[in-house]
């Protein structure tokens, strides 16, 4: 088990009863799309450029956001 | 009497108006394809005594002169997750198990108040957080043209009443495809739309800032209605030309389908060319990562909100929704925060490809229903899992907020249906109706019926 999905199982077992290993394929999954998703961002949104309300309800019309 | 509900709405209500048949004649039919189907287990409970009770009322009504339109008599179905004041409502769990609603939901009493009768609640995955609808406490539905395989989900139980007609429209509720899913596996049409659109009050929420309720029909021009009557907003007056209709079209992205399905969008597309439409191949940044962010975010909204029951309750859910809920407690805040902000940079991409074309259109899955237990399906050299294939194409709309429509475009070599998935601009909702019932106009899909039904 590495550091992260033990970190992970940390957190959850701290709220609720947990089975680590019916969980650890979850947890494994899970990191990896959240790297791809915070690799992308990183790329997307350069912090030098990113307004304060970028990340806010899609619902927010994005594109006046953003000029 | 049994095929009095294979018409659309408008149909239907012209007939009954001509007194060809009466509210109460469709009411019974519909129950009776209800308990000719009941192995699909598409219902949890009938509110068969109301709804006769209410079937003659709005006869009654009508003989004197109260014509309250085309919803009016109405059979539809809403799913379980779906309050309807006095009666329970579980979303699908043992959690919620025996709670009855206090008020109706803000679309039941739309529905009502344009003269619908609300015939039962139907079958979902528990809590709207999984796509097979193949519940622990409520027992499996099955799909619509194959027993043995899923109606896709979480809006299962309302996929199949629509396509075995035991009602002539239902509600589901939307996160991340329940709607459009369901609609695909089963040869219906079903509408998701845009996040805001329709009030999900007396819902019970999957995750917030994704959810959305909306309907499920045989025909798309019964969705719109649906729609106008939970909106107040009008359907087109007249099915739109499509001469010079401007489809944005993902080029390899929509290609990893089974071949059938690749035959279907194909055949599609040649189609809305023939009529006129011009088609444009579009190209996003960061789409592989779209599926990645849907999953974060629906793993951590639902885990904060089930967080008092996962401390206290844990063992009364079923294995696998447990299973993600914990998983979600897992999520990190700015795991949770890039993935919201990935969705921003993809509903900024999508608003601008939208001044290039009118609509998206991408297969609603990339492939038909899969048999009940199956985890894997094979694409080309490549196995994918179902619940990643289920998010692919779904994903673009959920996550960009945008309104999106999957509606029956062909049968693969088993004789299941394959949907496509039509994805519109803020507000385009009625446009995505009116376009498939363009298409509806000149094939039959959508007025097939399996093959169980008339047993």
């Known amino acids: 088990m590495n550091d992260l999905i033990a970190a992970r199982l940390a957190l959850i077992s701290h709220a609720t009863p947990t089975d680590g290993a019916l969980l650890l394929p979850l947890l494994d999954d899970c990191g ?36 | 009497m049994d095929n009095i509900v294979q ?43 109301q709804a006769r009770r209410v079937a003659q009322a709005s006869q009654i009504l009508l003989e004197q002169g109260y014509d309250l339109g085309p919803l009016q008599g109405m059979p539809i179905a809403i799913k379980a997750n779906i309050a309807l004041a006095g009666k329970e409502m579980h979303a ?135 729609y106008s009557a939970l909106t107040g907003s009008s359907a087109p007056a007249a099915l739109p030309d499509l001469g010079g209709l401007r489809i944005g079209l993902l080029g390899e992205y929509s290609e990893q389908v089974q071949p059938d399905v690749a035959h279907a969008y194909d055949e599609l597309i040649d189609w809305f060319r023939a009529a006129g439409a ?87 899955l990339p492939f038909t229903a899969p048999l009940k237990g199956q985890t894997q399906v094979r694409i080309g050299d490549k196995d994918d899992s179902v619940l990643t294939g289920n998010m692919r194409f779904n994903a673009l709309a959920s996550l960009a907020a945008l309104p999106a429509l999957s509606f029956p475009a062909g049968f693969d070599r088993n004789g299941l249906p394959i949907g496509m998935q039509l994805i519109g601009p803020d507000g385009g909702e009625q446009r995505l109706m009116a376009i498939a019932g363009r298409f509806q106009q000149e094939n039959d899909y959508h007025r097939r019926t399996p093959v169980m039904v008339t047993r």
């Open chain 1, 32 to 67: 990896l799309r959240a790297a791809g998703v915070t690799a992308f961002a990183a790329g997307y949104f350069p912090p030098s450029l990113l307004p304060a309300t970028a990340w806010v309800s899609p619902l927010h019309p994005v594109a006046a956001i953003m000029t």
């Open chain 2, 7 to 49: 018409f659309s709405m408008q149909d239907t209500g012209r007939r009954i108006r001509a007194r060809q048949f009466s509210f109460p004649e469709l009411l019974e039919a519909c129950l009776a394809r209800e308990a000719a189907t009941r192995d699909l287990n598409a219902f949890n409970v009938l509110y068969s005594e």
């Open chain 2, 92 to 226: 699908g769990s043992r959690i919620l198990a025996g709670q009855l609603a206090q008020q109706d939901a803000d679309v039941v009493r739309r529905l009502k108040r344009a003269g619908a009768i609300i015939i039962g609640s139907t079958n979902m995955h528990e809590f709207a957080w999984g796509g097979t609808t193949n519940n622990p406490h409520y027992g499996a539905s099955g799909n619509a043209w194959d027993v043995n395989r899923i109606p896709a989900g979480s809006s299962g139980g309302s996929g199949v009443a629509a396509a075995v007609r035991s009602a002539l429209g239902a509600l589901g509720t939307d996160t991340g495809g329940s709607i459009r899913l369901p609609a695909a596996m089963n040869g219906v049409t079903g509408l998701r739309p845009g996040v805001g659109r329709i009030a999900t009050d007396g819902i019970f929420p999957l995750a917030v800032s994704l959810d959305t309720v909306g309907p499920l029909a045989g025909y798309a021009e019964d969705c719109a209605l649906i």
């Open chain 2, 278 to 364: 011009h088609c444009v191949s579009l190209r996003f940044s960061g789409l592989e990562q779209a599926v990645n962010a849907l999953v974060l975010i629906n793993m951590a909204e639902p885990a904060a909100l089930h967080a008092p029951w996962l401390a206290e309750r844990a063992d009364e859910y079923g294995e696998d929704v447990r299973l993600l809920l914990q998983a979600g407690m897992g999520i990190t805040a700015v795991e949770y925060l890039q993935a919201q902000r990935f969705r921003t940079a993809l509903r900024q991409q999508m608003l601008q490809k939208f001044s290039q074309v009118d609509v998206i259109l991408t297969p609603t």
